[in-house]
């Protein structure tokens, strides 16, 4: 192809995506008596039983909003609802073949890492496994709008950072962060969007949807010594900082402190996309490393200080978590949060 043919294509692709985010319906506005916590009940996934196969707390999303409102930091009328990603939506990032690829069950057993799943009828998997992740889509893309209005904004699911456009797994099934900074460049006028990744695992997925551009810079804090071992893209990541298995809480917020401040003088961000996964907890199977719950909770403010002291509105996803105790650590770090005014709960705080 010439490189005349192949500019008009690359731009008939770039005007189609941008009037599918301008159709979209997933940014819509939210009164202010709502905070920005976005959660559904929906986004739970209960697949009798089968769902335990995974280490994945498949319902640690519904046990945070529980936690925080059982805990007096958030009324369950405040929580704002999203709604469910649509196909025109997906595809603003993914591929009709890798779309199409979904109706396979035996192929969406293998991105979520369930095998059994691969014996149930399509039908059933879409309904139990990926109509949960779409309402977790719409999410976080909700996320960004609301940030940019409230200065921050906390999905509680989201973070599927191990796909990509083409390409699932890693229990992640579309790519969230991906079509998140998508829809903000268009909807919100944003061109610089850093990606501050603190889940355990590398962050492949965006990491390739975002190979060589320029307007995203990627900051990923994780162990090499675990899946995904995407050796192509890391050779996309702007700031890489490993931290191997063993990792202490004091060894971990050091390198941290050490990260933001390169970050912070290397790239100027309009908004700020931070993947929070609790998975470097001590005890995790799969993540490896020996954070402590306060050193999450330390973590998160940093993160958070980070955007506030710069004045960059911030979207947080729950991302990677292994144990039925990162719920409560979650919500704990949330609570933290608003104790130290970097977010605010509302009026039960």
Not at 52 to 58: A, M, N
Not at 241 to 257: C, P
Not at 305 to 329: D, H, Q, W
Request: aromatic share 8%.
């Amino acid at each position: 192809m010439s490189s005349s043919a192949s500019a008009s294509s690359d731009s008939d692709e770039e005007t189609l995506r941008r009037n599918r985010i301008l159709k979209s319906k997933l940014y819509f506005d939210v009164p202010l008596s709502k905070v920005p916590v976005i959660y559904a009940a929906s986004y739970d996934i209960a697949f009798l039983g089968i769902e335990k196969l995974h280490p994945f707390d498949s319902s640690k999303w519904g046990r945070i909003c529980r936690f925080l409102v059982s805990d007096g930091a958030l009324h369950r009328s405040c929580i704002v609802e999203p709604l469910e990603a649509s196909k025109d939506d997906l595809l603003v990032v993914h591929s009709e073949s890798y779309l199409n690829s979904l109706k396979s069950s035996a192929n969406v057993a293998m991105i979520i890492e369930v095998p059994p799943v691969a014996l149930f009828p399509n039908c059933l998997v879409q309904q139990k496994v990926l109509h949960p992740f779409r309402n977790q889509v719409g999410g976080t893309i909700l996320a960004a709008k609301l940030a940019k209005e409230r200065g921050w904004a906390i999905n509680v699911g989201g973070g599927f950072h191990h796909c990509c456009g083409e390409k699932g797994g890693g229990f992640c099934a579309y790519a969230d962060i991906s079509l998140c900074i998508h829809y903000a460049f268009v909807q919100l006028n944003i061109s610089r969007v850093m990606i501050i990744d603190l889940d355990a695992h590398q962050g492949n997925g965006h990491e390739l949807d975002f190979a060589n551009d320029r307007r995203v810079y990627i900051l990923d804090m994780y162990n090499p010594g675990i899946y995904p071992f995407d050796y192509e893209a890391r050779r996309y990541i702007d700031q890489k900082v490993e931290v191997a298995s063993g990792t202490t809480t004091n060894e971990y917020l050091k390198k941290l402190d050490e990260a933001l401040e390169v970050a912070g003088h290397t790239f100027d961000p309009e908004l700020v996309v931070y993947n929070a996964g609790t998975d470097i907890l001590d005890g995790d199977p799969l993540g490896r490393l020996k954070i402590s719950p306060d050193g999450i909770a330390n973590r998160d403010e940093k993160v958070f200080r980070f955007a506030r002291e710069r004045n960059i509105p911030i979207v947080m996803l729950t991302s990677g978590g292994y144990m039925k105790s990162s719920a409560r650590v979650i919500a704990d770090s949330m609570i933290n949060l608003s104790k130290k005014s970097l977010i605010d709960l509302g009026k039960n705080a």
